[in-house]
């Protein structure tokens, strides 16, 4: 590709939407069909990039590592990936969502990649959360970064967020984005009408890493447990360009953004660049993970 072809490419702009649902415990085809009404409904305002949340197939809150694997499948073999990738065909359109994942007997907590051609790439999450750790196995696919048509898109899922590593090791790989499905909670201290303390920890990462973050939040109340909904879409600058949503209505929100500024824009004035300015004579480049460097 030419150097006007690829800086055509980078300016060009697309519209990210991260749809804020309310799946339902352990009723798969119900989420996925209307996880697919909420998905044409954002494509119907020009959506080129759906995010949907955590486990958005299955619900959250099991009662039981039996009752999770009811409620799993295999990637990308599964009806839920072979659904969404049916609209993903349909509208042109890449999709990033969470998912109950069965591998053997193994269970992940997982995102899907899906594009127009089908599966693209599966994150698995790292960072396990509470009784998630009753259910799930820790992610070992580590944070992949897969180039696309429309960018870069890296994943993440919800407590990878409090780790900075998780946006560091993805930005270093060259994403333009990372597109984080989510079931955020309330935090404890947490004052009556303050912003989810992921929304702050989230725009922080977007600016120091010089990359676009889209948080797709789940509402509602499932067996007692509360969530924050609250989705948003955060710049490059560390500013929301969407968002966020409300804590308890199902909303779709949507940014209009060109994903290539993101690497462009890590000059930050003649002296300073985020990313090159690490200081790897003092601790290891890629932070001892082994993934391979990309471009920024």
């Known amino acids: 590709m030419g150097l006007l072809a690829s800086a055509a490419l980078d300016e060009a702009k697309v519209k990210v939407a991260c749809v804020q649902m309310h799946p339902a415990i352990g009723n798969v085809e119900a989420n996925v069909a209307h996880s697919i009404e909420l998905i044409a409904r954002a ?10 949340p955590e486990l958005c197939n299955s619900g959250y809150m099991f009662r039981s590592r039996e009752e999770a694997f009811a409620a799993s499948e295999p990637v990308p073999a599964g009806p839920t990936v072979r659904a ?6 349909k509208h042109e359109l890449h999709l990033v969502a969470g998912i109950c994942e ?19 790439g599966t994150f698995r999450k790292i960072h396990l959360w509470n009784e ?96 924050e909904g609250q989705s948003l879409i955060i710049s490059f600058t560390g500013w929301p360009v969407a968002g966020p949503a409300s804590r308890d209505c199902e909303e779709i929100l949507i940014a209009e953004v060109a994903l290539g500024e993101a690497r462009r824009a890590r000059n930050w004035n003649a002296f300073n660049q985020v990313l090159r300015d690490r200081r790897s004579d003092l601790y290891d480049e890629m932070l001892g993970s082994g993934v391979r460097r990309g471009w920024y």
């Open 84 to 89: 969404w990738s049916e609209v993903a065909a």
């Open 132 to 227: 998630e750790n009753l259910y799930f196995e820790p992610g070992d696919l580590g944070f992949p970064v897969f180039y696309t048509a429309i960018g870069r898109i890296g994943m993440a899922i919800c407590y990878d967020g409090w780790f900075p590593e998780t946006y560091r090791l993805t930005a270093l790989q060259g994403a333009d984005i990372v597109c984080v499905p989510t079931n955020w909670v309330p935090i404890p201290g947490q004052a009556e009408g303050r912003e989810a303390m992921a929304n702050i920890l989230a725009m922080a990462a977007a600016h120091s890493n010089s990359i676009y973050i889209a948080c797709a939040d789940r509402v509602g109340t499932e067996r007692g447990q509360p969530f």
């Open 102 to 120: 069965r591998d053997g007997a193994k269970l992940f907590n997982s995102a899907v990649l899906i594009g127009p051609a089908g599966h693209i």
């Open 43 to 52: 494509v119907g305002l020009g959506a080129k990039l759906v995010v949907l």
